[in-house]
T-cell receptor, first 112, second 110 residues
């Protein structure tokens, strides 16, 4: 089974721009979660999508949004980028219950 | 809300040494997960624990689900260079959202 894939792997943007990150979950997994990780920090939960609906949301501003498509692929969007948005953005998929999450390699975003 | 406290924050060890780290919470968890993250990559699941008192091994790694359900331990025996990385504990809250510890960074002295 192919793992979780994320594109792009690396991205450089400037302040004020917007960015869209993509995540393809493991085949059959219907839940996709997004996390932000900054150096020296643990994983900060952004949101979770299950069957195209946002099921959980973390404490991030409205500039961070996401969606999930019928094939379970998910996208995350950050508008009006700030320097502090520079981070590794991780996507994880699970089959939706109490099962464990499987992570992609992440997208490293640098905001200049 | 629920929080997980991981310790130590970092460890410097010699190759061949055994390693112990733990994760504690003020509230009960029904599942404990241990992940490892290599630099620039996403976390990879090492061990999942589902029952209080459970002891599970994965090669040189052994993890235990504390009997109080408020803690978990991860041990690595005879460490090797590829053990370097950050180890995270995690557990699902009542909404099945994973709560994460801040991680234990393992560094092996040359």
């Amino acid at each position: 089974k192919a793992g979780v894939t994320q594109t792009p792997r690396y991205l450089i943007k400037t302040r004020g721009q917007q960015v869209t990150l993509s995540c393809s979950p493991i085949s059959g997994h219907r839940s996709v979660s997004w996390y932000q990780q900054t150096p020296g920090q643990g994983l900060q939960f952004l949101f979770e999508y299950f069957s195209e609906t946002q099921r959980n949301k973390g404490n991030f501003p409205g500039r961070f949004s996401g969606r999930q498509f019928s094939n379970s692929r998910s996208e995350m969007n950050v508008s009006t980028l700030e320097l502090g948005d520079s981070a590794l953005y991780l996507c994880a998929s699970s089959s939706g219950g109490r099962e464990t999450q499987y992570f992609g390699p992440g997208t490293r975003l640098l905001v200049l | 809300g629920q929080q997980l406290n991981q310790s130590p924050q970092s460890m410097f060890i010699q190759e061949g040494e055994d390693v112990s780290m733990n994760c504690t919470s003020s509230s009960i968890f029904n599942t404990w997960l241990w992940y490892k993250q290599d630099p620039g990559e996403g976390p990879v699941l090492l061990i999942a624990l589902y029952k209080a008192g459970e002891l599970t091994s994965n090669g040189r790694l052994t993890a235990q689900f504390g009997i109080t359900r408020k803690d978990s331990f991860l041990n690595i025996s005879a460490s090797i260079p590829s053990d370097v990385g950050i180890y995270f504990c995690a557990g699902p809250d009542s909404n099945y959202q994973l709560i994460w510890g801040a991680g234990t960074k393992l560094i092996i002295k040359p």
